[in-house]
């Protein structure tokens, strides 16, 4: 029979078999909590296999995506061994404050805390949540409790402070759309009204102990010491090197919050004194390293210095993981397994370096120069923090640097002078709507290498559809005009650029949707050849788009220069650098052609270069490849076709005639001149000229050889750059 | 326990025992499991093996293992409770239903 529970007593669990419910639990308005026990076991056993008692409202497939209770793998809120709750855990003592009566060992042990919160930080920042890091301290879940603790209160308010500071950097800048993990903090006291005094009560404990430093270095006698001035602890010995290490912890804390504040700043302002902050952290980080000895050398336990998460060696006290993992809904409770302090340490170095390369940027307002500055940067795998605070840098109220309109960017860009301060130019649409995607395509390059890559790829349609609106939009405007040699309108001028530029940018993207492919390792060496055919193709259009654009660019300005000489001066310099640029593309065309020809040839001759593979045919690899192109129609009129009648009859002989590399030699040569201010550049012209070199020797060996040689052995190799291959001829 | 033995031919959707568990459908219910935990939300479906399925559930955990405790309580949403691991279930129904809705006799 039915049973009813009415609140059973304040505990719940307990023996199996009908748990009354806590009170605590409300049942309806004049409703009981009725046990259903014995009805569901009666009416299961009625039930047939398989069958299902549901509403109407059930859906199998929702139902499949339900979280299974007691799964460990699925319920985070499984209980575990540890303590019920955060104040179960302080009531039996895990965190105690002071950490201990001893001074010396409470010294010691908040060094340990110190220590492995810097730990757990660096562990956060490289992809865990930051309830299973940072705030698996209990010190840190409730920092009220430490306020007599000044050392340890001071470094917990700072920590949370600079985790808040963190946090709303990623998610301002958005990219935490790959790392959802990296800003869920719901139901941490991240936030508190106090913490932006956490600064001054750090200064004032960081006095304290720098003044305890004085006065134990002052006494010859040490003995004295502590009789006479309130020491940091009780070992006169131990003094100067406990003071000394627990400085060097509060200053980096210090540095590194002001720096996060200061990049933070709009229009670039803080950069420099972000970049004083930055070395001094790097020093701090440097003291805290060479505390180390000392604090191994005075304790007891030790773990290896390999893993331990404290340079002591100790183990911490106050930390306990599985307290939050209930917190973690809807995810996976995950093992999480906590960087060693010394790799939290040389993170911290790597991801200061990384911000000092942000700060210490130009802020060149020149479109191009912001592109290869982002990609430049990338190169190096920055880290998500570092990577958001550039985004957050570059674009700041739909501005870059929060300073430059993007309609200037893009009328900079165009390199027509009379359209900068046009009124009807900035607020054109189609100028809106570029401006709009340049923003997008920023973000997006800030985003880490895989990510960036699909959401390239996918943009590169909004760029093409602008395109064509441009296009018809010139024609229904200027239609008549378009064929007749009448001196052209201005406004028809600044279309026909617009038009232009915009499809450059669109190659550009192209290009590095391709070329990140190399960096992800997402092309087999069979597919290099497409790869490089494309790439070929592209390089192509841009340096058509770009030779039209600078030859009609020029001619305005000569028949402006006539009023203005200076001007004049100026733009033939823009100008030159234009051209020298459109150089540098014809360069990597015909590197990107040879290499293409090349492969193709070696495919169609030697049997070492069959493409076998038995899943998909070469058409089917073509169409994965490249469809996000060429659903963007980018370039038009591109096919698999047009590809295999171009590469099919590609014999040894005729690319060595053709000579590709050794054009591409000529050209990267002959523009080392005009980037001769730009180090960079040179060092790029520098490693064409090698992939370039190699290349045509391995070609000219191929083809005394005879391609169709069964011991000829062409392993291809990126020794030299990142995206052209260098083929290396052996003979097996 | 009563009940407990199968019905005979009859379909299962016939058997009133089956009928009046497809009553509570959409109440109120209260699953204890073994940890300790209790789980509140409405009763969405079950199966022959005694596995349910609550939705928009809220997860009451103790915040102490002795002693006077109170709740700590988060939402979880649909939440399937394998019946293996629940101890004990309620639904939330008034005094005067609760002997025809939840009896056994048939």
Known sequence: MATNYEGGGGGGGGGSGGAAPPKSIPSGDDAVWADAAPLIEAACNDLQEGELVHGENFSLFAAMSALEIMDPKMDPGIESSGYCSVDEAIENGIAPVPLSFDRTVDVKHTLDVMDHLLACEATWHNGHS?????????????????????????????????????????????????????????????????????????????????????????????????????????????????????????????????????????QGRGLELARKHIAACLSELDNMFKSLDFLRSHSFYQESAVTSTTASGCRPIGFDVSLNSRLLSPTPPRAVKVLSWIDAVSYFEKLLHYLDTICSFSLDPALESVLHFIVKFQLSQPPLVARAHLQLLLVHD???????????????????????????????????????????????????????????????????????????????????????????????????????????????IALRFLTLGFELQLYSPSEYCMVYWYMYVIF??????????????????????????????????????????????????CLSEGLAMMLAA??????????????????ERFIQHFELLQKAQVPEHISYHIFKESTAHACISDVVKHNYFREAQRIAASLKGSFSADPERLAELRLIEQVAEHNRIALNVINQVGAGDPTLRVPLEFTHHNHFVVAVVKRS | MEGSSPEEGSGANNSPLVTKLRKLLFRRMLVGVEDGRFFLGLFHCIDKQGNIILQDAIEYRSTRRSGPSSWEQRGLGLILIPATCRCSCHVDCSIEEQMSLLSIDK
């Open chain 1, 602 to 619: 070696l495919r169609n001759e030697s049997n070492a270069f069959q493409m076998l593979n038995i899943f998909n045919s070469e058409q």
């Open chain 1, 130 to 266: 930051l309830a299973q890091t940072v705030f698996s301290c209990i010190y840190i879940l409730r920092i009220e409790r430490t306020s007599p603790h000044p050392l340890l209160h001071s470094y917990c308010r700072v920590m949370r402070a600079t985790c808040n500071a963190v946090v709303s950097a990623v998610s301002d800048a958005r990219t935490h759309e790959e790392e959802d993990l990296f800003t869920m903090s719901y139901g941490l006291p991240l936030k508190d009204g106090g913490d932006d005094k956490c600064l001054s009560i750090l200064n004032s404990v960081e006095e304290t102990v720098s003044r305890q430093l004085r006065a134990c270095k002052a006494q010859p006698s040490k003995k004295k010491v502590l009789e006479e001035f309130e020491s940091l602890q009780t070992n006169p010995d131990l003094e100067e090197g406990y003071c000394r290490a627990v400085l060097c912890r509060l200053r980096f804390r210090k540095h590194f919050y002001h720096a996060l504040t200061c990049m933070r700043k709009p």
């Open chain 1, 540 to 589: 192509m259009k841009q340096v058509e788009t770009m030779q039209i654009r600078i030859v009609t660019g020029s001619d305005s300005s000569r028949r402006k220069g006539k009023k203005k000489r200076d001007h004049h001066a100026r733009d033939s310099g823009r100008d030159a650098m234009a051209s020298s640029y459109c150089l540098l593309l014809q360069c990597y065309m």
């Open chain 1, 398 to 508: 739909g501005k870059l640097y929060g300073r430059d309109s993007f309609s200037d960017v893009i009328a900079r860009s165009l390199a027509l002078p009379d359209v900068t301060k046009d009124k009807e130019f900035q607020t054109n649409e189609f100028v809106l709507q570029l401006g709009q995607l340049l923003i997008n395509l920023i973000k997006i390059l800030c985003a880490n290498t895989a990510w960036q890559r699909r959401k390239l790829g996918k943009i590169l349609q909004d760029w093409s559809v602008i395109s064509i609106q441009l296009e018809l939009a010139l024609k229904r405007e200027f239609g008549e005009l378009l064929n007749s040699s009448v001196d052209e309108s201005v406004c028809m001028k600044v279309s026909k650029h617009l038009l232009m530029w915009a499809q450059e940018q669109t190659y550009w």
